[in-house]
C-alpha cells in the first residue's frame, strides 16, 4: 500500500495485467477533459510482470498511484489479498466510483472490495460470454456483471446478453470498444515505423501469440503449434514475427522447445509496434483476448487458437476463425492448421461495422459516468 497521503479522486481504477493497463490509458487520457480525478490501483497480480507499466508512459499516462503485493501462495491467496488490499485503497481515497475491467482476477478482486465498501461499481467490458466455463476470465466476467452498478458494453451483442440475462436495462451502458478508439489513433502515428526486428522484403510474414495456460502449459499442444508455424513458413516461404511471452518462453525452456528458424522474436512489444506489426502481417495466429479483436481492426485476418471466444462477433462476419488447440495433440492436426492459416480471406472493413462502436468509446464511458456518480 502507498504511504503517500491520498486526496479525495472521483474514481478509483483497479488494473493488473497488460490488457488492462492499454485500456485504462485509454479511458485516463480523456480524464481531464470531463474534470474528472482517478487513483490507479495496480494489484500486482503477476509476481514479476510489470510489463503493463510500459505501456502507460507509452500511451501518456502516469504510472500507478498504489501497486499492492499480494501471495502468490496459491490463487485464492492472492484473490484474499487483492481484495483486501483493493479494499485498503477504497478506503483511503473514497472514491465516487470503482472501476474495473476485463476478467481477470483483479477485475474480480476489484468488484468484490467495492462491492464490501458499498461503492458504485463500474464494470467496462460488462457481458461478455465464451459459454466456456473451464475458463477462470468466464466466471470472473459473469460474477463481475453481477455486482456491478454500471455495466459498459462494447456492442449491441454484449448489451444484448445482459438483458437476456435479466440486468436491467438502466444498468448497462452501451459504450463502444475502448481499444478500438486506441487502434484507430495508433493507425496514422505507425504508418512510417516498422516494428522493431520486423522482417525485410515482401514475403507473407505470420504474426503470432500465443499464451493461454491450455496451450502453452501443455507440451504436446505447444510442439503442436510451433510445428504447424514451421510448415506454413515453408510452405509459403515466409517469415513468422512472434514477440514470445514470458510465460510461453518458460515452458518452452521446460519442454526443450524451439522456435522454428524461420521465426523471429523481437520480445515483448510496445503497443505501437504491436499494432503495426498487426497491421502489415499477412495473418495472425493468436490465443489472446485482444490481440483477435485487434487484427481486425488493423485490417488483418486471424486464426483464434481456442475453442471458444468471447468476441462472437469476430466469427460471424468472418474475420476471425476458432481452432481448437486440443485438436493439435493429433500429429495430422498441424496440417489442418496450417490450411485455415492460409485460406484466411480479406476481412471486412472496421470503422463502418458498428460492432464496436465508432472509436470514441472511452469519451462516450466518462461522459455517461459524469451523469452516473
Ligand atoms: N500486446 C502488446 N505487445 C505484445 C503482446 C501484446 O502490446 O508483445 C498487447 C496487445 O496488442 C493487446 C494486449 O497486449 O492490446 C493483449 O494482451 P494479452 O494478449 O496479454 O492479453 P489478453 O487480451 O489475452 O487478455
Given at each position: 500500500m502507498s504511504n503517500t497521503p491520498s486526496p479525495n479522486r472521483d474514481l478509483l481504477t483497479v488494473v493488473g495485467a497488460r490488457p488492462q493497463f492499454i485500456k485504462s490509458a485509454a479511458v485516463t487520457r480523456g480524464l481531464g477533459d470531463v474534470g474528472l480525478t482517478q487513483w490507479l490501483v495496480h494489484?500486482?497480480?503477476?509476481?514479476?510482470?510489470?510489463?503493463?507499466l510500459d505501456f502507460l508512459s507509452e500511451l501518456g499516462v502516469p504510472p500507478p498511484d498504489a501497486r499492492l503485493f499480494p501471495s502468490h501462495a496459491g490463487r485464492s491467496e492472492r484473490m484474499a489479498d487483492m481484495i483486501a488490499g483493493v479494499a485498503e485503497e477504497i478506503q483511503r481515497v473514497k472514491p465516487r466510483a470503482v472501476v474495473v475491467y476485463g476478467d481477470t482476477d483483479s477485475t474480480l478482486a476489484g468488484a468484490l472490495a467495492a462491492h464490501h465498501a458499498g461503492a458504485l461499481l463500474v464494470h467496462v467490458e460488462a457481458g461478455l460470454r465464451s459459454g466456456d466455463r473451464r475458463m477462470p476470465e468466464e466466471h470472473n466476467r459473469i460474477l463481475t456483471d453481477q455486482l456491478a452498478d454500471v455495466l459498459c458494453t462494447t456492442g449491441p451483442k454484449a448489451s444484448a446478453q445482459l438483458v437476456k440475462e435479466g440486468?436491467?436495462?438502466?444498468?448497462?451502458?452501451?459504450?463502444?470498444?475502448v481499444m478500438l478508439d486506441l487502434a484507430l489513433a495508433a493507425k496514422s502515428r505507425m504508418a512510417q515505423a516498422f516494428p522493431v526486428a520486423w522482417p525485410e522484403g515482401d514475403l507473407p510474414v505470420m504474426v503470432v501469440t500465443l499464451h493461454r495456460p491450455g496451450t502453452v502449459d501443455d507440451p504436446v499442444l505447444l510442439e503442436g503449434a510451433l510445428s504447424a508455424i514451421e510448415r506454413w513458413a515453408q510452405k509459403t516461404g515466409g517469415s513468422v514475427y512472434f514477440p514470445v511471452h514470458p510465460r510461453t518462453r518458460k515452458a518452452m525452456e521446460a519442454a526443450g522447445l524451439k522456435l522454428p528458424v524461420q521465426a523471429i522474436d523481437p520480445g515483448p512489444l510496445g503497443y505501437l509496434d504491436m499494432q503495426s506489426a498487426l497491421a502489415r502481417g499477412t495473418v495472425v495466429l493468436t490465443d489472446s483476448g485482444g490481440v483477435q479483436k485487434e487484427a481486425w481492426y488493423q485490417g488483418t485476418a486471424a486464426v483464434i487458437?481456442?475453442?471458444?471466444?468471447?468476441?462472437?462477433e469476430l466469427l460471424e462476419i468472418k474475420a476471425s476463425v476458432l481452432f481448437d488447440p486440443a485438436q493439435l495433440a493429433v500429429n495430422s492436426a498441424a496440417a489442418d492448421l496450417v490450411e485455415a492459416l492460409i485460406g484466411r480471406p480479406a476481412v471486412p472493413a472496421?470503422?463502418?461495422?458498428g460492432l464496436f462502436g465508432e472509436g470514441r468509446a472511452a469519451a462516450t464511458l466518462l461522459h455517461a459516468l459524469v451523469d452516473r456518480i
Open positions: 494489484t500486482g497480480q503477476h509476481a514479476d510482470d510489470d510489463m503493463g440486468v436491467e436495462q438502466h444498468r448497462i451502458i452501451e459504450v463502444g470498444d487458437l481456442r475453442s471458444t471466444t468471447e468476441w462472437r472496421v470503422d463502418t461495422s
